[in-house]
């Protein structure tokens, strides 16, 4: 079935390093793949996302790349800021099936001031 | 635009008893999806509402049920709570207009079962 593996299940790294997240999906017929960042207490909070069309999106300083021949994407956060420390999902969404996110298990990522 | 908003934020029932949350989406947003959250098993896909209708549903007992109604704000309904029921339950909202797949969660609704 559907399912998506997520690694590291938790990171940390200092102030100003640069920190990756890898995530593989089990479904050739994923077709959008969006990042969430849930700090403690709070709401999931979409941060970044790509569709399958498009090898490499970028925002400041988080970035995502996709390979659909391997079935596998990152997010890749550069200079990273105590305030980035949370908990990351990836997701991915299949053709024809509406709003079903499967959700990787999740990164709990720690930057050390 | 206001956020996705959820209450109540936080309940506490007993075993057997039923309860009932409610979603009100981004104004324009008409498609509703719910999400279970728990430690053991992270986020896990419930349901998803559109124009009232229930489109797609994921692997979950029939005590989860849910609704829409014409203002696109949705309801979940669980019946005879169980203590693996305990978790913290998200919807999220899209607007389905050109083509947009993003999702925009609530804060949720924490449910203790005791």
């Known amino acids: 079935g559907e399912n998506v593996e997520q690694h590291p299940s938790t990171l940390s790294v200092q102030e100003g390093d640069s920190a990756v997240i890898k995530c593989t999906y089990s479904d050739s017929a994923s077709n959008y793949f969006p990042w969430y960042k849930q700090e403690l207490g709070k709401r999931p909070q979409l941060i970044i996302d790509i569709r399958s069309n498009v090898g490499e999106k970028k925002d400041q300083r988080i970035a995502v790349t996709l390979n659909k021949t391997a079935k596998h994407f990152s997010l890749h956060i550069t200079e990273t800021q105590p305030e980035d420390s949370a908990v990351y999902f990836c997701?991915?969404?299949?053709?024809?099936?509406?709003?079903?996110?499967?959700f990787g298990q999740g990164t709990e990522l720690s930057v050390k001031p | 635009k206001a956020g996705v908003t959820q209450t109540p934020r936080y309940l506490i029932k007993t075993r057997g008893q039923q309860v009932t949350l409610s979603c009100s989406p981004i104004?324009?947003?008409?498609?509703v999806s719910w999400y279970q959250q728990t430690p053991g098993q992270g986020l896990q896909f419930l349901f998803e509402?559109?124009?009232?209708?229930?489109?797609n549903k994921g692997n979950f007992p029939g005590r989860f049920s849910g609704r829409q109604f014409s203002n696109s704000r949705s309801e979940m309904n669980v019946s005879t709570l169980e203590l693996g029921d305990s978790a913290l339950y998200l919807c999220?909202?899209?607007?389905?207009?050109?083509?947009?797949?993003?999702?925009?969660f609530g804060p949720g609704t924490r449910l203790t079962v005791t």
């Open positions: 509402y559109f124009s009232e209708t229930q489109r």
């Open positions: 997701a991915a969404r299949s053709l024809n099936q509406g709003g079903k996110l499967i």
């Open positions: 104004s324009g947003h008409r498609s």
């Open positions: 999220a909202s899209r607007t389905r207009q050109g083509g947009s797949y993003e999702q925009y």
